[in-house]
C-alpha cells in the first residue's frame, strides 16, 4: 500500500493539508537516535544508554514499565543498564519509541473523543501485540509493541486538524453502525490508518511499521506467515472487546469478523505457526471457537489492562 499523494485528488487535497501543517508533532530527537543506534550492529547498550539519559523524565519511565508485572522480571531492575541487559536492545528500543510517541502528542486537548481512554486502548493493545506474537510463535524484533502502540494516532491527527469532517465521520459511523475507517474514507477521502501510516513515514519509523499502522484494518498474509498487521488487527479487535480504554470506534467488531482473527487461525490449522500455543482444534484442523479463544486469552486481556492503567 502506498501512503504519499497519489493520483486520488481527495488524498492529495489530505496529504496537502498536512504536510501545510506546522504545528504536526515531531519525534523526539532521543527516539530517531536510539533507533539509529538500533539499527547499527556496531553499537553498544552503553551508547544506548548515554542517550536514553539525556532525559532523565524517559528514563524513570522506563525503569517503571521494565519493573511492572507485565514483562515478569524476578528481580528489581534499578538502573537502565541492568534494563538494557536484562530486557535487550530491541525491547528497549520499543519501549523508547513508545513512551516517546506518547509525550510527543498532546494527550488532554481532545475534542472529539476521550484521548486518554484512546492511549489506554492503544497501550492495552500494543501489550496484547506482544502477548499474542509470543503466543503465536511469531518474531517481530518487538516492534509490535511499537505498531499496537501507535496503530490509531491517526484519529488524534484527523481530530486536532481536520476536525469537522472527523466529527462527522463519527456521528455517522455511531448513527449507522458502521466501522468508522468506512466512513471516515467515504467523508475525508483517507482512513485514520493512512493517516498514522504517512505520519509513521514522516517520523522515520521502519517501513515495517508504517506498512503495519497503515495495513491495521486490512492485513495480508506475509510470506507464508501473518503480517505484523494482521496481529495489530487481532489486538485491536481484542481490546475493544475486553473493554481496555476505548478506541473512539463506535462500531464494535466481532472477532470472527476480524480479518486477523482469520488469518492467524487459519495460520494456525495449516501448520504455518510453531505449536508454542497448543490449541487442539486448530491443530487438528478444526475450527477454533471464537468465545474459547477468547476465554484462553483472559489472562493476556487482565494482563494488557493493568499495564495499559500503569502507563
Same mark, same amino acid.
Given at each position: 500500500m502506498e501512503y504519499v499523494a497519489n493520483r486520488d485528488p481527495r488524498i492529495e487535497k489530505v496529504t496537502g493539508t498536512l504536510e501545510r501543517i506546522k504545528s504536526l508533532p515531531t519525534l523526539p530527537a532521543v527516539a530517531t537516535e536510539v533507533m539509529a543506534i538500533a539499527r547499527d550492529p556496531k553499537s553498544?547498550?552503553?551508547?544506548?544508554?548515554?542517550?536514553?539519559?539525556? !532525559?532523565?523524565?524517559?528514563?524513570?519511565?522506563?525503569?517503571?514499565?521494565?519493573?511492572?508485572?507485565?514483562?515478569?522480571?524476578?528481580?528489581?531492575?534499578?538502573?537502565?543498564?541492568?534494563?538494557?541487559?536484562?530486557?535487550?536492545?530491541?525491547?528497549?528500543?520499543?519501549?523508547?519509541?513508545?513512551?516517546?510517541?506518547?509525550?510527543?502528542?498532546?494527550?488532554?486537548?481532545g475534542k472529539g473523543f476521550n484521548y486518554e481512554a484512546l492511549?489506554? @486502548?492503544?497501550?492495552?493493545?500494543?501489550?496484547?501485540?506482544?502477548?499474542?506474537?509470543?503466543?503465536?510463535?511469531?518474531?517481530? &524484533? !518487538?516492534?509490535?509493541?511499537?505498531?499496537?502502540?501507535? @496503530? !490509531?494516532?491517526?484519529?488524534?491527527?484527523? &481530530?486536532?486538524?481536520? @476536525? &469537522?469532517?472527523?466529527?462527522?465521520?463519527?456521528?455517522?459511523?455511531?448513527?449507522k453502525g458502521e466501522p468508522l475507517e468506512d466512513v471516515e474514507r467515504r467523508i475525508i477521502g483517507v482512513d485514520h490508518a493512512f493517516v498514522g501510516a504517512w505520519l509513521a513515514r514522516k517520523w522515520g519509523l521502519p517501513e515495517s511499521l508504517v506498512e503495519a499502522i497503515g495495513e491495521h484494518h486490512s492485513p495480508a498474509v506475509d510470506s507464508g506467515?501473518?503480517?505484523?498487521?494482521?496481529?495489530?488487527?487481532?489486538? !485491536?479487535?481484542?481490546?475493544?472487546?475486553?473493554?481496555?480504554?476505548?478506541?473512539?470506534?463506535p462500531y464494535q467488531p466481532k472477532l470472527q469478523d476480524l480479518a486477523g482473527w482469520r488469518i492467524l487461525a487459519q495460520s494456525t490449522r495449516d501448520g504455518k505457526i510453531p505449536k508454542q500455543w497448543n490449541i487442539k482444534k486448530a491443530l487438528d484442523g478444526e475450527r477454533i471457537d471464537p468465545d474459547e479463544f477468547m476465554d484462553l486469552l483472559a489472562p493476556d486481556i487482565e494482563s494488557a489492562r493493568n499495564f495499559a492503567q500503569m502507563i
Open positions: 553498544s547498550m552503553r551508547q544506548i544508554e548515554e542517550v536514553i539519559l539525556t !532525559d532523565p523524565a524517559l528514563a524513570t519511565k522506563i525503569l517503571k514499565v521494565a519493573n511492572s508485572p507485565f514483562y515478569g522480571i524476578r528481580r528489581e531492575i534499578s538502573s537502565l543498564r541492568l534494563a538494557l541487559t536484562v530486557l535487550g536492545i530491541n525491547q528497549i528500543r520499543s519501549l523508547v519509541v513508545g513512551v516517546s510517541v506518547l509525550k510527543a502528542v498532546n494527550r488532554e486537548s492511549w489506554e @486502548h492503544c497501550t492495552g493493545s500494543a501489550a496484547l501485540c506482544r502477548l499474542l506474537a509470543r503466543r503465536f510463535g511469531l518474531n517481530f &524484533d !518487538d516492534e509490535e509493541y511499537v505498531a499496537g502502540l501507535i @496503530h !490509531d494516532i491517526g484519529k488524534v491527527i484527523l &481530530d486536532q486538524y481536520l @476536525h &469537522d469532517e472527523f466529527l462527522q465521520a463519527l456521528a455517522e459511523a455511531k448513527e506467515m501473518p503480517s505484523m498487521a494482521a496481529v495489530v488487527n487481532l489486538a !485491536d479487535g481484542v481490546a475493544r472487546l475486553g473493554t481496555i480504554g476505548e478506541s473512539a470506534n
